[in-house]
């Protein structure tokens, strides 16, 4: 099921295409070898790679698809060209989803973890008005997978509604706490509509470390959980 660790550095599973970014770039998943039950999807925002390098150690070192996780693995790839949480125009991918909550108004980032929301961002012209938005949305309802992780940094905690065999996983191994809000509105969100469209969405918030450490700490474990195809 591994790869030796000499052959980890390209990949040797082969990606699906499902879309293309606002500045061309190709948008790609790996699909899971039977119906996909759990979609894990990194790299909505572009300055949260650490989601992404510890996804990407971790495809790397299978030498198999998973019978039913799926994976995309930078949802939003001129984000993490450009170093921007937004896409390329400049709006933030995870308040463009078409819900009901969904709002025009302007959407802030923090400079840092610790300092007030100031960097100003999009929600978009209208939900999925963004390329990437709009192809995940399809790649979603294609798969119409029964749970959806996403990843996200550094707010260090797991967010779910319900305290699901997968959460209960992700506490051990990664050693945060569940919260079932975030704690601020997310309007647009993806995990408001997954909520409104009856998809059990998880939100991984991974700790403030670098991504060497991430995968040091927890590419072992998470794999094994992965693995269980929960």
């Not at 591994?2 to 948008?27: D, N």
């Amino acid at each position: 099921m591994f790869r030796a660790i000499a052959e980890q550095g390209t990949f040797s599973l082969k990606f699906k295409r499902y879309g293309t970014s606002v500045l061309g770039a190709p948008l790609y998943y790996l699909p899971s070898v039977l119906k996909t039950e759990l979609l894990v999807i990194a790299g909505i925002h572009g300055e949260e790679a650490e989601g992404v390098f510890l996804l990407s150690r971790i495809i790397r070192s299978l030498n198999q698809p998973l019978e039913k996780t799926a994976f995309v693995l930078a949802a939003n790839p001129d984000g993490l060209f450009l170093g921007t949480r937004a896409n390329a125009n400049g709006v933030d991918l995870n308040r463009n989803w078409p819900t009901k909550n969904w709002k025009k108004d302007k959407c802030f980032s923090r400079p840092y973890l610790e300092s007030k929301p100031e960097i100003e961002l999009s929600a978009g012209k209208s939900g999925a008005s963004e390329p990437e938005t709009k192809a995940l949305l399809d790649l979603i309802q294609k798969l119409s997978p029964k749970q959806i992780l996403a990843i996200h940094s550094p707010l260090a905690c797991i967010d779910s509604l319900k305290r699901t065999p997968v959460v209960l996983a992700l506490e051990k191994v990664f050693s945060l706490p569940w919260v079932e809000d975030i704690g601020y509105p997310t309007p647009g969100s993806l995990g408001s509509w997954c909520k409104e469209n009856k998809v059990e969405c998880i939100t991984l918030e991974l700790p403030r470390q670098s991504g060497e450490e991430i995968v040091r700490d927890y590419q072992k474990g998470f794999t094994e959980i992965l693995m269980n195809d929960i």
